[in-house]
């Protein structure tokens, strides 16, 4: 099965290409802004399924969906003590995110679309429970000075430097990276839904 990735997001395209999967990159151009009416896993669900969606219109308006193809969308959030933390919007925000989350255990959640060629979809999604070390403020500037907090929830990546911030993760590493694949492959091999 060929997965259009609608995500930008390089971390799972190196995740999709150390599982194996033929994929090809089409990021999708949507609004991410938060409800806050959602729960997390209804928010992260919600934006998967909202990027998968946005790039199967394109592919299907242009009448160049393959057949054998599935779009797969996905979002992922922190949660700290009920409070969704995104991207940060700037170094400052990076530091509040830091701040408030050294020392604590929290919560990623990753949500994923699959939108397959006849328009039906599944979309699942995956919690680890993360907990980071006790932190100077130091340290914490230090980590935003080298520009990896940026583009990622919470304003840590822990497949990279972000690593050293962490004590201790309950559940799947890769749902904290972006992209559970354990379960991704299994959603996978249940192939494609009836119409």
Do not use: W
Not at 120 to 136: I, K, P
Not at 143 to 158: H, L, Q, S, V
């Amino acid at each position: 099965m060929h997965v259009i990735l609608a995500s930008a997001s390089p971390r799972r395209q190196e995740l999709l290409a150390i599982a194996g999967f033929s994929f090809e990159v089409m990021p999708a151009n949507v609004d991410e802004t938060a409800d806050p009416t959602l729960s997390p896993p209804a928010l992260v669900s919600h934006l998967a399924m909202k990027k998968a969606h946005h790039i199967f219109r394109i592919l299907g308006a242009a009448g160049c969906f393959p057949e054998d193809a599935v779009v797969l969308g996905a979002d992922t959030v922190v949660v700290l003590d009920g409070q969704v933390l995104g991207k940060p919007t700037n170094e400052a925000d990076a530091f509040r995110m830091l701040s408030a989350l050294q020392g604590q255990a929290h919560t990623v959640y990753t949500g994923c679309a699959l939108v397959f060629a006849n328009g039906q979809a599944r979309t699942f999604v995956s919690h680890t429970e993360v907990t980071m070390r006790a932190l100077s403020p130091e340290s914490i500037q230090a980590y935003i000075n080298t520009g990896e907090p940026m583009d990622k929830a919470g304003a840590y990546g822990i497949q990279a430097r972000g690593a050293t911030l962490v004590e201790k993760i309950v559940g799947d590493y890769f749902t904290v990276v972006g992209l559970p694949l354990c379960r991704l492959t299994q959603e996978l091999q249940k192939g494609f839904p009836h119409a």
